[in-house]
């Protein structure tokens, strides 16, 4: 999977994908996370990317020249399954969306600013736009490197035990069980009996109603579909 990046703040997303899981997937060459700078995609000498709203009112919008200009470019190199915008106004990430996004081969990925980008922009380019939640970030990077760490752990490879993503919360809309490791006892807490027992199938059975008694308490509205 090939996962481009267009941002004018390139240096913001250099930590999320240098650790860790997301910089391994890149090792392994299963994912290639490119991120664009858009100032290098400016039309005017000023590297101008922003300017006032038509019809005034606070805020600067992204213009739609430099993002064309980028985008086309990236297009003209290859076909992208997606091309996505960060934006608090789109649909809101969940899993589902990550694993669909997971199994795609190119995307797109277009972070805003300031009070947005030229609507022009998103009519024009954009096939998805997607929201980490119901609050405002100064810009879509934050959103991006959530939105492709999300992604990325799910392509097959990626995680060393490929069951771990499978029993990841959300996947079967529950949440995941408690997790111990050692000690067994620490400072008198002790770690469920059927866990040290060995015994598979009580286990699993004992994770499964976990699982479901802690969603039905956090998160009911998982159970409702
Ligand atoms: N840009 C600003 N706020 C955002 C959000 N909540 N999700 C995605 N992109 C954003």
Request: net charge negative; hydrophobic share 35%; glycine share 8%.
């Amino acid at each position: 999977m090939r996962i481009d990046i267009i941002t004018c703040l390139p240096k913001l997303l250099e930590s999320p994908f240098s650790h860790s899981i997301l910089q391994r997937a890149q090792d392994k060459g299963i994912v290639e996370v490119v991120v664009h700078d858009l100032r290098g995609y400016a039309v005017n000498k000023k590297k101008q990317l922003d300017d006032y709203a038509y019809g005034g009112g606070a805020g600067m919008v992204m213009m739609i020249e430099p993002i064309d200009n980028c985008i086309s470019t990236l297009k003209a190199e290859r076909d992208y399954d997606e091309v996505i915008y960060m934006t608090p106004d789109g649909e809101t990430l969940n899993q589902q969306i990550a694993n669909e996004l997971s199994l795609k081969g190119n995307i797109m990925i277009l972070c805003g600013h300031y009070k947005g980008v030229d609507e022009r922009v998103r009519e024009r380019f954009i096939t998805r736009e997607i929201s980490i939640g119901d609050y405002v970030l100064s810009g879509g990077e934050l959103g991006a490197a959530v939105l492709s760490d999300a992604i990325i752990r799910l392509i097959p490879g990626v995680l060393s035990d490929e069951t771990s993503a499978l029993t990841d919360s959300f996947q079967d809309n529950l949440l995941a069980p408690p997790v111990y490791t050692r000690p067994a006892e620490y400072k008198g807490m002790t770690v469920p009996e059927v866990l040290l027992s060995g015994h598979e199938k009580k286990i699993e059975e004992w994770r499964f109603k976990q699982s479901l008694a802690r969603t039905k308490k956090r998160r009911p509205d998982l159970l409702d579909d």
